[in-house]
């Protein structure tokens, strides 16, 4: 694979059809100031998506290949999701490497800066930015505390019933809104001055699952009520999606979300875009078309 031309920055972006893979590669081109690759494991699904950029294929299980889709890059944004795969962001360091890339934009998470966070998934967070640190590349960490986007989940009863059902509604999360974690992604792809930073990401203020329902549903215009479900209603619902590990994962986040560890606001997004953070009623009324609303003019 040859170097891409240009003068402009060539920046490998991967995780490009997920929530903040995607955004970053239309705010890179939006931008104007790169030349996009998105490395995937299906490029179809990436031309089927609309994503700008050129397609190519790379697993992070495979160490060559993966060398070779990043050959010619200047940058890369990584994300990763395997806590059972560390190996994925070792071949990710070493493969940047190889292929001479400077400078490594890893999506982590906020929980990785609180002691009383020792789930497997956490740890592993934590052990991939310890690897990026030693990696001798130049490096920026993106902390963000839950998306907004995960409200989503709850379309399909909101269309159907009005109802959201959630374990803990009181607990609040000061949740950010994936358009400005992709922001401030594009922000240190593009400036060196972002090297060796890290950016906690949060939302404007923490918001409980009850209260961000009630805002969803003056966006909808509609009055929508929130149920509460036990832990056991909650993990026989997480174990009809995901393995025991992550439902173990998502029981001890939803605990310490009840005990206020997820409350706190950071300015990581003013700090990263120059801008403060988008609330999550600008968030529902983007999204609202997906609950039932009507459709973003």
């Given at each position: ?100 890339v400077r400078r490594v934009v890893k999506l982590s998470?906020?929980?990785?800066l609180d002691a009383g966070a020792q789930d497997p ?108 479900l036990t832990e056991e209603q909650a993990v026989e ?61």
């Open positions: 694979m040859t170097r891409d031309t240009g003068a402009r920055p060539v920046v490998a972006v991967t995780g490009a059809t997920g929530t903040v893979g995607r955004l970053v590669a239309h705010g890179l081109v939006a931008d104007g100031g790169a030349e996009v690759r998105l490395l995937v494991r299906d490029p179809d699904k990436a031309v089927r998506a609309g994503l700008p950029g050129r397609a190519v294929a790379a697993d992070f299980g495979e160490a060559g290949p993966l060398r070779e889709a990043l050959r010619g890059a200047d940058a890369v944004f990584v994300v990763t999701g395997d806590p059972l795969r560390p190996d994925h962001d070792e071949n990710v360091l070493a493969a940047a490497r190889a292929a001479g998470a906020l929980a990785v998934l956490t740890r592993w967070q934590r052990d991939n930015e310890e690897r990026l640190r030693a990696s001798g590349l130049d490096w920026t960490l993106l902390r963000p505390r839950a998306f907004m986007s995960n409200a989503l989940g709850w379309a399909g009863s909101v269309r159907r019933e009005g109802v959201v059902r959630g374990l803990y509604g009181s607990g609040r999360n000061a949740c950010v809104d994936p358009r400005d974690v992709a922001d401030a992604a594009v922000r240190a792809l593009l400036d060196p001055a972002c090297a060796g930073r890290s950016y906690a990401l949060t939302g404007p203020e923490p918001l409980s699952p009850r209260e961000q329902t009630d805002l969803l549903g003056e966006v909808l215009g509609r009055r929508l009520e929130f149920v509460e619902r997480w174990r009809a999606r995901w393995p025991e590990h992550l439902v173990q994962v998502l029981l001890e986040g939803a605990r310490r979300q009840r005990d206020g560890a997820k409350a706190a606001v950071a300015d990581g997004v003013r700090e990263a875009t120059g801008r403060a953070p988008r609330g999550f009623a600008d968030w529902a009324r983007a999204h609202a078309e997906a609950f039932g609303g009507a459709p973003v003019s």
